[in-house]
């Protein structure tokens, strides 16, 4: 098979050791598969390999883009906040070339590397200083690392999250080489609970955002503003790992009420770290800010040249930072575009993409719904935002099917299903995907039908 002609021209263009191993791939399910399909002779065995081989050959295989019909806005999975293109025009015009990433044109000498989002932060958050991480995690860390190796960091019992598996409280303390001291229950913590755990060796009292669970009944947290007062009459340090830190008080969008970076800023916390790509609307990066002595340590220390981040990145950053400043956020910023958007703004566009998908297929059995919107990313847990569906009906017993057949198209479409139900939530489904949706949701019905 490797020398027919067919194949060479193949092998011309993506090497031999590619179309052997596909080959090879394809000839193992054809064994597996041959009790029900029947092949008459070796010319279509032949013909279906090649044909399968072309296929496979122009599918990308790599990271690739989705569509998310999941109505989870921040899915980790499907990689969290996507950028608008006001921020990647500036993206691509600083890759392109050189930039002054750490470059001082006043004094035409080496510059900071984050001084110009350090400087944005300021502005809106109102913090003394700030540094830019890899991610939330290694800011947590660094942090930890940074002021407390081999001292005490007090923690409540209710606040050891677990982040998507491999993000433990307990363990990026231990791994940080802090000693962790346990304060509290489960369910209730007070502020008396960290006073009595102080000793000689405490250097911070730290507070860990809830991010995807509650603790709901009999309980009591200590607030941030009482942390930081213990904090500070004990000399030591008040930090609060927010994870999905927020600039916007998204209670005015019908969200439950969660305290804003500014705010906890405010409160007086030393430090503070977020995520970039959670409710911020940003790329990936862990954003440290606090006090600048504390900060200045950060800074400075060996780790923060591994856990620094890229140019694209930073300017991705600024250029979001830059979008909050000019309160266009809501508009400008997808994923608040999509958190934000009204139950009747989803029904007017579903209205208008069945009428679409009626005009090719009129006996589709789809319709709208209003269903259950997540936030995602751990972000506002429990909370549930109204959204609108479509829901196919489809036959009993072919949901998974289709849903798997959705997920194989050329741009894939995730989404869930219930029952005989395919639902297609429109909150994550963005204007310009519109059409694309629709003709491949299209295609794949008229397939089934
Ligand atoms: C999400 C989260 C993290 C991890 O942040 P990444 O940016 O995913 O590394 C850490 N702490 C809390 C409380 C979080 O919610």
């Known amino acids: 098979?490797?020398?027919?002609?067919?194949?060479?021209?193949?092998?011309?263009?993506?090497?031999?050791?590619?179309?052997?191993?596909?080959?090879?791939?394809?000839?193992?399910?054809?064994?597996?598969?041959?009790?029900?399909?029947?092949?008459?002779?070796?010319?279509?065995?032949?013909?279906?390999?090649?044909?399968?081989?072309?296929?496979?050959?122009?599918?990308?295989?790599?990271?690739?883009?989705?569509?998310?019909?999941?109505?989870?806005?921040?899915?980790?999975?499907?990689?969290?906040?996507?950028?608008?293109?006001?921020?990647?025009?500036?993206?691509?015009?600083?890759?392109?070339?050189?930039?002054?990433?750490?470059?001082?044109?006043?004094?035409?000498r080496r510059g900071q590397r984050d001084g110009s989002i350090e400087k944005l932060l300021s502005k809106l958050v109102g913090c003394e200083s700030a540094c830019v991480v890899n991610n939330n995690a290694s800011a947590v860390f660094l942090a930890l690392h940074t002021l407390a190796?081999?001292?005490?960091?007090?923690?409540?019992?209710?606040?050891?999250?677990?982040?998507?598996?491999?993000?433990?409280?307990?363990?990026?303390?231990?791994?940080?080489?802090?000693?962790?001291?346990?304060?509290g229950t489960t369910n209730k913590t007070y502020a008396s609970d960290y006073e009595n755990a102080i000793t000689e060796e405490t250097k911070i009292l730290l507070k860990v955002h809830q991010s995807n669970f509650r603790t709901v009944g009999f309980t009591c947290a200590v607030e941030g503003s009482e942390l930081v007062e213990l904090a500070d009459r004990n000399n030591i340090i008040a930090m609060e790992d927010l994870g999905s830190g927020s600039f916007v008080d998204f209670s005015a969008y019908g969200m439950p009420y969660?305290?804003?970076?500014?705010?906890?800023?405010?409160?007086?916390?030393?430090?503070?770290?977020?995520?970039?790509?959670?409710?911020?609307?940003?790329?990936?990066?862990?954003?440290?800010?606090?006090?600048?002595h504390l900060v200045d340590k950060i800074k400075k220390h060996p780790l923060m040249r591994m856990l620094r981040c890229d140019k694209l990145t930073l300017?991705?950053?600024?250029?979001?930072?830059?979008?909050?400043?000019?309160?266009?956020?809501?508009?400008?910023?997808?994923?608040l575009t999509m958190l934000t958007a009204s139950v009747s703004d989803l029904n007017k566009r579903g209205m208008e993409l069945i009428h679409q998908i009626k005009s090719h297929l009129p006996d589709l059995d789809i319709q709208l719904q209003e269903i259950e919107d997540q936030p995602g990313g751990g972000s506002l847990p429990h909370t549930r935002i109204a959204g609108v569906a479509l829901v196919l009906n489809i036959e009993e017993g072919s949901t998974v099917q289709v849903q798997k057949r959705l997920r194989s198209l050329p741009v894939p479409i995730i989404c869930r299903i219930k029952e005989t139900s395919i639902i297609f939530s429109l909150r994550t489904l963005q204007l310009h995907e519109e059409s694309i949706f629709i003709e491949q949701l299209v295609r794949v019905m008229k397939e089934v039908a």
């Open 258 to 292: 969660e305290p804003t970076v500014q705010q906890v800023i405010e409160q007086g916390m030393d430090i503070v770290t977020i995520s970039g790509d959670k409710l911020l609307g940003g790329p990936q990066v862990g954003i440290i800010m606090g006090k600048k």
């Open 149 to 183: 190796k081999e001292e005490e960091v007090i923690v409540s019992r209710g606040e050891q999250v677990e982040i998507g598996g491999s993000f433990r409280i307990p363990d990026i303390i231990q791994s940080s080489g802090c000693k962790m001291v346990e304060v």
């Open 1 to 108: 098979m490797l020398e027919h002609h067919e194949t060479e021209k193949l092998i011309k263009k993506h090497g031999r050791n590619t179309i052997k191993d596909s080959m090879t791939e394809i000839l193992g399910q054809l064994r597996q598969a041959h009790k029900q399909y029947s092949f008459a002779n070796r010319d279509s065995i032949i013909t279906y390999v090649l044909e399968e081989l072309k296929k496979g050959m122009k599918e990308d295989k790599g990271i690739r883009p989705v569509l998310n019909l999941t109505g989870t806005v921040l899915h980790t999975n499907l990689g969290r906040a996507p950028l608008s293109h006001q921020v990647l025009d500036k993206v691509t015009a600083m890759a392109k070339g050189y930039c002054t990433l750490e470059y001082n044109l006043e004094e035409g």
């Open 315 to 335: 300017v991705a950053l600024q250029e979001v930072l830059k979008i909050y400043m000019e309160e266009r956020h809501i508009q400008e910023l997808p994923s």
